[in-house]
């Protein structure tokens, strides 16, 4: 089992940052691949970032590249997600999900654990 926890949501004018944290609670967090996923309404969930359980790779939506980074405080056990030049349509609530023990991938569903998520608004 991994909880999740994140924080650091909140209302934010276009062009600004936020940094989103996810503490995590278990002895698994160091071999689980990690990732930022979000919803915005009457859309489907889509994964923003992840990040390798070894912790040597990252992957970013489209989207997203160039103006998140996503990392990890093993020691904290926590992941972040740093976003710059926030837009808009980056609009959503943000779910940290965290995947299978020593997998590369993380899915989009019931097999990782998830979050509550946090919401992030941008305003124009």
């Known amino acids: 089992q991994v909880q999740l926890v994140e924080s650091g949501g909140g209302l934010v004018q276009a062009g600004g940052s936020l940094r989103l944290s996810c503490a995590a609670d278990?002895?698994?967090?160091?071999?689980?691949?990690m990732g930022w996923f979000r919803q915005a309404p009457g859309k489907e969930r889509e994964l923003v970032a992840a990040i390798t359980w070894r912790r040597d790779r990252t992957a970013y939506a489209d989207s997203v590249k160039g103006r998140f980074t996503i990392s990890t405080d093993n020691a904290k056990i926590t992941v972040y997600l740093q976003m710059n030049s926030l837009k808009p349509e980056d609009t959503a609530v943000y779910y940290c999900a965290a995947g299978s023990p020593y997998s590369d991938y993380i899915e989009n569903g019931e097999s990782s654990y998830w979050g509550q998520g946090t919401q992030v608004t941008v305003s124009s």
């Open positions: 278990g002895r698994t967090f160091s071999t689980r691949t």
